[in-house]
């Protein structure tokens, strides 16, 4: 199994301030084919289920604020908020969809400084 | 729209068996793999493994190979995740979600108590 690792497990930032989250994979996700690396960020929030943030490492979803930004390829990956905002508190997770089992990471936790 | 819709709340006991239903709309129901992912109390996800209804192909993450059945119902659209007996371990969330991982369902919250 590709094994997910995330960096920090929380973190908490000022309203306004800049969030990066790593993720680093055991094996690299690229498909040579495309060039893309099969990499999910999400957002959960207590009582719901994770929300596509951003896919291949680095298309942010439709609706998603373009504070949210996804950066990376093969096996190093980096959520960046630019500008935290109080709405933005949540567990945050990457997981590949390179190869079964699809795996995440342990999960980052943002809150506010 | 798509939609993925799973079953209630169930409160069991050990060693009895369980089935959870994710029902689903608004798309080809056999065109797309559909996944379920456990997230424990308080604890991250975990991918358990995906079927494709189009010919019931199934993967199992290897953690929960032998442990649950993932099956569908083509006529009706719907996915389901299965124990023939459950421990007070399998206590948790399950999601099922659509192969792009972009529709999820609300979730299904299983307790298992004696």
Redesign the interface.
Known sequence: ?IVMTQSPDSLAVSLGERATINCKSSQSVLYSSNSKSYL?W?Q?KPGH??K?LI?RASTR?SGVPDRFSGSGSGTNFTLTISSLQAEDVA?Y?C?Q?YD????????TKVEIK | EVQLVQSGAEVKKPGESLKISCKTSGYIFTNYWIGWVRQMPGKGLEWMGLIYPGDSDTRYSPSFQGQVTISVDKSISTAYLQWSSLRASDSAMYYCAKQDLRAWGQGTLVTVSS
């Open positions: 199994d999910i999400y959960q289920p994770p596509m896919n979803e567990l997770y997981q969809y079964i089992p699809y795996t995440f990471g342990q999960g």
